[in-house]
């Protein structure tokens, strides 16, 4: 149930941005037809994940039982990874049997970008990790969206950028990528239009969740402004 009104949000987000008469950027009928089969890769990518492995598309990249959790445990004021908590209280897409995998309690860099998926109040966690992959594919719909709203790029580049497999990979599992790039992306946009206050509160963002990074775009940002 939680997941299918998790799909349900998405969508009615999807149609107003971009199909109601309402919609925010006008996008011709092919590149909304690509959006839509990205959403679509959302379960594509993590089934043949299943089927190559054999196992829990969670299984195969740990990363992603470790944010979703997070986020749960966040919800659920609780800050210990403990398994029988998870037996007792979630669903059944906690069955990792290596829990050397895990850390014992939420800190550091987990628990900063959990608290970063916490923030979307329209995402239900669990029923498994494609919550948090909906909240990716949501930042790089943003992403997108943005960049046609506001500058003129031949449709040939849309396609380009629609169909790197790397795209479709990154929105699709419930790991952090999508969402350094989202922060980096926005940094580097309100930086190059000397947009100080944004471009620190973006920075702030990479902070969250790629510590190293952040002292990258510190030396940048110091750099652009003196």
Not at 46 to 51: H, I
Not at 119 to 124: D, E, G
Request: charged share 10%.
């Amino acid at each position: 149930m939680s997941l299918l009104f998790n799909i349900t949000v998405l969508l009615i987000i999807i149609y107003f941005l971009i199909f109601s008469k309402y919609k925010y950027v006008n996008i011709s009928l092919d590149i909304r037809i690509l959006i839509f089969i990205h959403f679509l890769a959302i379960f594509i990518v993590n089934e043949t994940f299943n089927n190559l492995t054999h196992f829990t598309f969670s299984s195969y990249f740990p990363d992603q039982i470790k944010y979703t959790s997070g986020v749960e445990l966040i919800r659920n004021n609780n800050y210990s990874f403990d398994y029988k908590y998870f037996n007792l209280h979630s669903t059944n897409w906690f069955n990792h049997n290596d829990l050397s995998l895990f850390p014992k309690i939420l800190k550091g860099t987990l628990e900063k970008t959990s608290y970063f998926y916490s923030l979307f109040p329209f995402i239900i966690v669990p029923p498994d990790s494609l919550s948090v992959a909906f909240i990716n594919f949501f930042l790089f719909l943003t992403m997108f969206i943005y960049i046609i709203k506001n500058y003129n790029i031949p449709k040939i580049y849309q396609y380009i950028f629609l169909f790197i497999p790397s795209i479709y990979i990154a929105h699709s599992l419930a790991l952090k990528d999508m969402a350094i790039l989202f922060f980096m992306f926005f940094f580097l946009i309100s930086l190059f239009k000397k947009q100080i206050i944004i471009s620190l509160l973006f920075m702030l963002g990479i902070y969250l969740l790629r510590e190293n990074l952040f002292y990258l775009s510190a030396l940048l940002y110091i750099a652009y402004y003196s």
